[in-house]
């Protein structure tokens, strides 16, 4: 099985990092997501679980975790390894279920109301002091990818951010084009004024909204 392929590959550091960390003499791993960029394990013991991210550069999204910490909620920072040519990163888990997924049981209007207001909050977070990114006016923290998998609920309200390693001083539009690029791909369109309008922005056409969305990744 994939999974038990994909713990043969865990580095031993990791391996036992991630032990400690859930109170485990045995790990029971699931693959929990592929992107370009690299995977992601989740790995359970007895005392809870860990997510593993193997990606060819993770430093950024160490330091912002750590920076984060107190300030969003973000996930604990267990380890950081370099091995077999790879960055590791493995957090703790937070509960919640990313904001796209059927169990979070809300209607898409819903979940793009919660999306903007969630956005909101993020960005009106004190960073003063934000070491990443770049200051200047106009400036706020944003997410860096706000997608819909990296915003985590859980009885209806928000308890983790994911995959913070754009998170810094930056154009809000960044994010606010992400929200309009995983709202369509997600539920089609039709929901990124919802969201849009629970964020706060002024009322935009759909040619506007669509030119927006296609700013994403660019
Ligand atoms: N600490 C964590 N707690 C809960 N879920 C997590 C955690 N880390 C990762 N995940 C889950 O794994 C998915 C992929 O992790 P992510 O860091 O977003 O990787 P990628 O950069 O490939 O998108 C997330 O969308 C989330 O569902
Ligand atoms: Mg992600």
Redesign the pocket.
Known sequence: MESSSATLRLPRRVRSAALAAIGGTQLEPEL????W????W?LAGASGA??V?R?ADLGG?RDRLAWLRGRLPV?ELVGFYHAAGDDWLV??????V?LYHPSVGWSPELVARAFGEILRAIHQTDAMDCPFGVSKRGHVLIHG?YCL??V?VSAGRLT?L??V?GTGLGDPRQDLAAGVWTLQYNFGTGFARHFLDAYGVPSMTDQEIERLRRKYGR
Do not use: H, Y
């Open positions: 929990a997501w592929m992107s960029a690299g995977t992601v989740r860990v997510f991210k990606a999204e996930p957090t703790r888990e937070i509960v919640g990313p990818d998998p990296n985590l983790g994911i995959d390693g």
